[in-house]
């Protein structure tokens, strides 16, 4: 077979021919003096299928598609179309020579490859936030990135990046379990369509453990404005978010009658609790105190939801007859609300981050009368204090 090369430097060489391997013709090969980039193997190994599992529903040999794998060979046009039909993918996922960025990120919990991350550059070191259901506003939200290490728990993992790591680096993590963090979110002005701020859906004992470990910005946390005691970690600014009301919650029209929490010994309302270290299940365990005498079982008492609004649901589709939410839960769900405490939502901002871009945006927004109109009407809240400083 001849070759006629170029005088000037050639970057591919092409074999146009036959070729018999293994007594099977493949045709029109190209040969790369580099590696041709491909996502062949990383989609085939995701749904599960050998190599020769996939050589077999391709057409081609074993070898044949190592050689694609590792990029020594690109394959027909014939061969990539199969391909991405046997992988549910098209041509232009599994070849596109658009060069992946990746970057190594501590990750916060517990993660497994291809699972989906928001990312921030967190004190100096970049942040991966696995998404869980419930603990995001929506599973279906565009993320950053993906894991690309597999079983890795509070340690360092590869994440392949969607973004370029500059439009990601400035997202502000919110933690805490107050419903309106999701509107503080969307008025946190964005530089590009991935930064901004992502609120992630915790109790008060959890939010407080994503600060300390250096795994969010801001944590969110409510207490009884009667009795303000709480543990704040050192050099953190505690400034001022709402106050609104905590109590039951219950269906419209109250139908069974509750009126308190020795109505729950009785064995004819069902609860719904909230996991432990949430503000909400303290004070129902407060109440049950006042009125428990012995071991007297509450029915519902372990059926544990993540989150205020999470209690309005169980209660608004039958699940449970009562249970402790806060006050705008129950209102966006359009159901009856019997108070307990007056509560006060605070924010906690370490103090070196205190003068960031991302925070100044949000304290920015604390003080906006857009923002404050829009948490009035979500309500019923207290904007009457919102961004002020109580500590610092």
């Known amino acids: 077979m001849t070759f006629y090369l170029n005088r000037i430097t050639v970057k591919y060489i092409f074999i146009i021919g036959i070729y018999i391997l293994r007594d099977e013709v493949i045709a029109a090969i190209e040969v790369r003096t580099v590696k041709f980039p491909n996502r062949v193997q990383e989609a085939r190994t995701s749904r599960k299928m050998t190599r020769e599992e996939f050589a077999l529903a391709v057409g081609i040999t074993r070898q044949s598609v190592r050689l694609i794998e590792i990029g020594e060979v690109c394959p027909s046009a014939a061969v990539a179309l199969r ?73 360092e993992a590869e994440v392949q990046l969607f973004h370029e790591a500059e439009q990601v680096k400035g997202t502000v993590f919110i933690s805490g379990c107050e419903i309106a963090l999701g509107l503080l979110t969307h008025f946190i002005p964005t530089t590009s369509i991935a930064s901004g701020a992502v609120w992630f859906n915790r109790s008060n004992q959890k939010a407080l453990a994503d600060l300390i ?45 509750f009126q308190g929490a020795e109505q729950l010994l009785s064995g004819h309302f069902r609860l719904v609790n909230r996991e432990k270290g949430a503000g909400a299940r303290a004070l129902i365990d407060q109440e049950l105190q006042a009125v428990i005498r012995g071991d007297r079982s509450v029915p519902g008492y372990t059926f544990e939801v993540h989150g205020h609004l999470a209690v309005a649901e169980a209660v608004a589709m039958g699940a449970a007859d009562v249970g402790v ?37 949000l304290l920015d927004v604390l003080h906006s009368s857009r923002f404050l109109r829009e948490l009035q009407a979500m309500g019923p809240y207290d904007t009457q204090h919102t961004g002020q400083i109580i500590q610092n």
Not at 95 to 112: K, P
Not at 215 to 237: F, L, Q, R
Not at 332 to 352: E, K, N, R, T, Y
Request: charge should be negative; charged fraction near 15%; avoid cysteine.
């Open 213 to 257: 470990a250096g795994t969010a910005h801001v944590a969110a946390i409510h207490y009884s404005a009667a009795h303000p005691e709480m543990k704040i970690p050192g050099k953190v600014n505690v400034i001022n978010f709402a106050s609104e009301e905590m109590g039951w919650v219950l269906p419209k029209g109250n139908p069974k009658g």
């Open 325 to 361: 939410a806060h006050a705008s839960a129950a209102a966006s769900m359009g159901l009856d609300f019997l108070p307990l405490q007056a509560d006060v939502s605070v924010l906690l901002i370490p103090q070196a981050l205190i003068e960031t871009p991302s925070i100044r945006q």
């Open 83 to 155: 391909m991405a039909k046997v992988l549910h993918s098209t041509v232009e996922a599994l070849f596109s020579e658009e060069e992946e960025q990746s970057i190594h990120a501590t990750i916060a919990g517990e993660s497994n490859v291809r699972d989906r991350v928001f990312l921030s550059a967190l004190g100096g070191s970049w942040v991966a936030r696995p998404v869980r259901y419930g603990e995001v506003a929506s599973i279906s939200q565009p993320v950053h990135g993906t894991v690309l290490t597999s079983g890795v728990s509070h340690g």
